[in-house]
């Protein structure tokens, strides 16, 4: 397509580490997204073979991994798999898994959101789980490298952000089954502007810290760029990488968090995201990263007033989502959460 446009390509094994730093920080403060080449044990074929004999089980075995708002009787809130549904938006099923919560320590495992991801029984299932894990694992260690040249790129020590994920993590890695509207039998799409029908996915920035995107070189991703969307030409075995809200946020917005959405293109489409996300209790300040402190680590932030967690923060957030509408706040959170700001806007202050 002629009108396409082409991000911006980094290997991430180059040798040339400066480059790499300025090249990332670069497009990261301009445009909000890059590509990310030659991962380390990146194996997007065997990836997308998994991804589809996923979401190609039985109705019933999807059923027993929903979310409680989608089947009351399972126990999972916040991890699972989201089913179609009508008159909504964002036209796709998916699937979010968590790292296994039982390797973090027993004091952050009683925060809220951590949760076991029901996977089926059966050993004829072990070898998708498998290629996700393998997948998680590959795409949280090409972020925690980004992150990592993010920090330098502010000024900050190489290993700034790594106290945000050294105890736990509410990272999560998505599996994504899209299908024309009308290839699905039973919904409704009657609420819905016409407008929304061309799209699979709205317009939104990302909430959180950093998104690997794998998009198995299917077209699709539109990305807001100088005031109009441009359709993203699709490279196989690269990364999209974006950069999330918060995160902007907190560099005084010189990290750019930019929108974009995705388009219905008319035939079946997979991809796949690994949203970065701190632990649940990392301290988060506004001023963090300000020149008015001289924080060595994400993790001296000290938790005081105009201080929040990271999983509190979280949670205000995911609640704007159309697959997080019904989501239960914790009890024992409930009065905290509340209480916070429902938009980066509301949220600034001066630093």
């Known amino acids: ?18 480059a790499i730093r300025n090249e990332i920080f670069e497009q990261m403060t301009t445009v909000g997204f890059l590509l990310l080449e030659n991962i380390p044990n990146y194996d997007e074929e065997k990836y997308l073979k998994a991804c589809k004999a996923f979401h190609a089980l039985p109705k019933d075995i999807k059923e027993q991994l929903y979310t409680r708002a989608n089947k009351k009787e399972n126990s999972n809130q916040y991890r ?40 089926p029984d059966g050993e004829e ?34 290993n700034f952000f790594d ?19 009308g290839a699905v039998s039973g919904l409704d799409f009657s609420k819905l502007e016409s407008d929304s029908l061309k799209l699979t996915t709205p317009e939104h920035a990302d ?37 999330g809200g918060l995160l902007s946020r907190l560099s005084n917005y010189k990290l750019k968090a930019t929108m974009h959405r995705v388009l219905d293109i008319g035939r079946e489409r997979y991809s796949s995201p690994l949203f970065m ?43 704007k989502f159309v697959e997080f509408h019904d989501f239960e706040i914790p009890k024992e959170r409930k009065s905290i959460i509340e209480k916070l700001p429902a938009t980066e806007e509301e949220s600034k202050v001066a630093c």
């Open 207 to 243: 909430s959180g810290v950093l998104t690997m995107l794998v998009t198995f070189g299917y077209p699709g991703l539109q990305v807001e760029i100088d005031g109009e969307y441009r359709s993203i030409k699709p490279v196989s075995n690269a990364v999209v990488v974006n950069l």
């Open 80 to 119: 699972g798999y989201f089913p179609f549904k009508s008159n909504d938006a964002s036209h796709k099923e998916f699937y979010d898994m968590s790292f296994d919560i039982t390797k973090f320590p027993e004091d952050e495992q009683k925060y809220p959101l951590y949760e076991q991801t029901p996977f």
């Open 277 to 319: 996300e701190p632990r649940y209790s990392a301290v988060i300040s506004p001023c963090m990263l300000s020149s008015s402190y001289d924080y060595k680590s994400a993790g001296d932030v000290p938790k005081r007033e105009g201080n929040v967690l990271y999983g509190d923060w979280l949670i205000k957030r995911v609640m």
């Open 1 to 18: 397509m002629a009108d396409e446009f082409s991000l911006h390509a980094i290997d991430i094994q180059s040798e040339d580490r400066d």
């Open 125 to 158: 299932y072990e070898w998708i789980q498998q290629e996700f894990s393998k997948m998680q694992d590959t795409l949280f260690e090409a972020a925690l490298t980004t992150m990592r040249y993010i920090a330098e790129g502010l000024g900050k020590p190489k």
């Open 163 to 181: 106290a945000w994920f050294d105890k736990g993590t509410l990272t999560a890695l998505r599996s994504i089954h899209y299908e024309p509207r």
